[in-house]
């Protein structure tokens, strides 16, 4: 796995860096949707998070190193409510299961998923990888999930199948944040969950 990339601050406090850091996050989510990584400024996101730009810096110390923490964000609230089941019994069950906690994550952080694909280029070689490789990880569950499923005959795929699947789980939840302006229209996040399982699970069946 790719080293974490570090955010240096000056800030001891680890209760005070987690809520200054949430506070960051949710305003510079609203500007980067708004304006875009690049237009945005240091001090638009403090202003629009309610502190100063002096403040901003004792918690990072680029520009970068937000986008970063809206990435990391993404990723530490999948794994928080995927460790919440059980992943190890190889059912098709499990694999539902992990499916609506994932999508349920895609609906409460539409937002954080695009500005994460629209800007994540904009992340300095280190801290890019170490996403790139989360988001592998946000894979990798779902892989062993499906692998549990053919280890007890619930499902009939290849290796090349369970791999491809995993992904496509992934990917097909993302369209929740990318297409909502559509999807909203016409379906619940539960409705387009249950039918997207429809589908995948007939797929691999």
Same mark, same amino acid.
């Given at each position: 796995m790719e080293k974490k990339h570090e955010? !240096?601050?000056?800030?001891k406090d680890e209760n005070l860096i987690e809520k200054r850091r949430e506070q960051m996050i949710r305003a510079a989510v609203t500007l980067f949707k708004e304006k875009g990584f690049h237009r945005a400024t240091t001090r638009e996101i403090a202003k629009e998070a309610g502190f100063s730009i002096g403040t901003l810096y004792e918690y990072i110390r680029t520009k970068e190193d937000v986008l970063y923490l809206?990435? =990391?964000?993404?990723y530490n609230e999948v794994h928080n409510r995927l460790s919440q089941i059980?992943?190890?019994n190889g059912t098709a069950e499990d694999l539902k299961t992990a499916i609506r906690h994932y999508y349920g994550?895609? =609906?409460d952080m539409s937002d954080e998923f695009v500005v994460m694909y629209q800007?994540? !280029?904009?992340l300095p070689k280190g801290a890019l990888e170490y996403v790139l490789a989360k988001e592998l990880e946000m894979v990798e569950i779902f892989h062993k999930i499906i692998i549990g499923c053919i280890q007890v005959r619930e499902l009939e795929?290849? =290796?090349?199948?369970?791999h491809l699947y995993a992904h496509t789980l992934v990917v097909q939840g993302q369209m929740w944040?990318?297409?909502r302006w559509a999807l909203r229209k016409e379906y619940t996040?539960?409705?387009?969950t249950e039918l997207q399982i429809e589908l995948l699970l007939h797929g691999m069946k």
């Amino acid at each position: 796995m790719e080293k974490k990339h570090e955010v !240096k601050t000056s800030v001891k406090d680890e209760n005070l860096i987690e809520k200054r850091r949430e506070q960051m996050i949710r305003a510079a989510v609203t500007l980067f949707k708004e304006k875009g990584f690049h237009r945005a400024t240091t001090r638009e996101i403090a202003k629009e998070a309610g502190f100063s730009i002096g403040t901003l810096y004792e918690y990072i110390r680029t520009k970068e190193d937000v986008l970063y923490l809206v990435c =990391d964000s993404i990723y530490n609230e999948v794994h928080n409510r995927l460790s919440q089941i059980t992943l190890e019994n190889g059912t098709a069950e499990d694999l539902k299961t992990a499916i609506r906690h994932y999508y349920g994550v895609i =609906d409460d952080m539409s937002d954080e998923f695009v500005v994460m694909y629209q800007e994540s !280029k904009s992340l300095p070689k280190g801290a890019l990888e170490y996403v790139l490789a989360k988001e592998l990880e946000m894979v990798e569950i779902f892989h062993k999930i499906i692998i549990g499923c053919i280890q007890v005959r619930e499902l009939e795929l290849t =290796d090349a199948q369970a791999h491809l699947y995993a992904h496509t789980l992934v990917v097909q939840g993302q369209m929740w944040a990318f297409r909502r302006w559509a999807l909203r229209k016409e379906y619940t996040i539960d409705q387009f969950t249950e039918l997207q399982i429809e589908l995948l699970l007939h797929g691999m069946k």
